[in-house]
T-cell receptor
Framework: GGIITQTPKFLIGQEGQKLTLKCQQNFNHDTMYWYRQDSGKGLRLIYYSITENDLQKGDLSEGYDASREKKSSFSLTVTSAQKNEMAVFLC?????????????FGPGTRLTVL | GEKVEQHESTLSVREGDSAVINCTYTDTASSYFPWYKQEAGKSLHFVIDIRSNVDRKQSQRLIVLLDKKAKRFSLHITATQPEDSAIYFCAASTQGGRALIFGTGTTVSVSP
């Protein structure tokens, strides 16, 4: 088995601040994802990466940057936190290839912007 | 952009009854349809999936049906138990199968 860890678990920021969230997986999966979960809106894809140094934009990429420096880790940066923003950011990973495969999710980072 | 619509936002059932969650999708290229469960305070985990080459799949008390013509798929939870209470998300593959679009979630409550 494997595990996905996300740090930090809780993140409190100020309006306009640049904030970085980190994700690590030891499944040896090729593809990793960042989602944002808002109450009542399901999960929305921000970025994903199919291999090291690859980045693909999701529907919600504006306002975010991502970085995949190595296979096991995927970082997400909120470029300018919005006042009163509250959301949970979920990282996930899956083995390579097309055709769809199960995604494994991390525990999430809960963001609050004051 | 492509969308997945999850029709029921909440569902309340009595223990032992069935719960049915319906989803529709827009991407005609979607070929993979997984379902995920999120229990209170926890992250998502995979429960069952169906691919476009079949129209029915069962895993224990879970049944997934797929109607490609109508671009509709559904999750049937039979003989519900209290531990089935959770938020369920449907999803459909997109971007050549490399990503998923999720529905907005259905909160299922099973009462004794």
């Amino acid at each position: 088995g494997g595990i996905i860890t996300q740090t930090p678990k809780f993140l409190i920021g100020q309006e306009g601040q640049k904030l970085t969230l980190k994700c690590q997986q030891n499944f040896n999966h090729d593809t990793m994802y960042w989602y944002r979960q808002d109450s009542g809106k399901g999960l929305r894809l921000i970025y994903y990466s199919i291999t090291e140094n690859d980045l693909q934009k999701g529907d919600l990429s504006e306002g975010y940057d991502a970085s995949r420096e190595k296979k096991s880790s995927f970082s997400l940066t909120v470029t300018s936190a919005q006042k009163n923003e509250m959301a949970v950011f979920l990282c996930a990973s899956t083995p390579s290839g097309t055709g769809g495969k199960e995604q494994y999710f991390g525990p999430g980072t809960r963001l609050t912007v004051l | 952009g492509e969308k997945v619509e999850q029709h029921e936002s909440t569902l309340s059932v009595r223990e032992g009854d069935s719960a049915v969650i319906n989803c529709t999708y827009t991407d005609t290229a979607s070929s993979y349809f997984p379902w995920y469960k999120q229990e209170a305070g926890k992250s998502l985990h995979f429960v069952i999936d169906i691919r476009s080459n079949v129209d029915r799949k069962q895993s224990q008390r879970l049944i997934v049906l797929l109607d490609k013509k109508a671009k509709r798929f559904s999750l049937h939870i039979t003989a519900t138990q209290p531990e089935d209470s959770a938020i369920y998300f449907c999803a459909a593959s997109t971007q050549g199968g490399r990503a998923l679009i999720f529905g907005t979630g259905t909160t299922v409550s099973v009462s004794p």
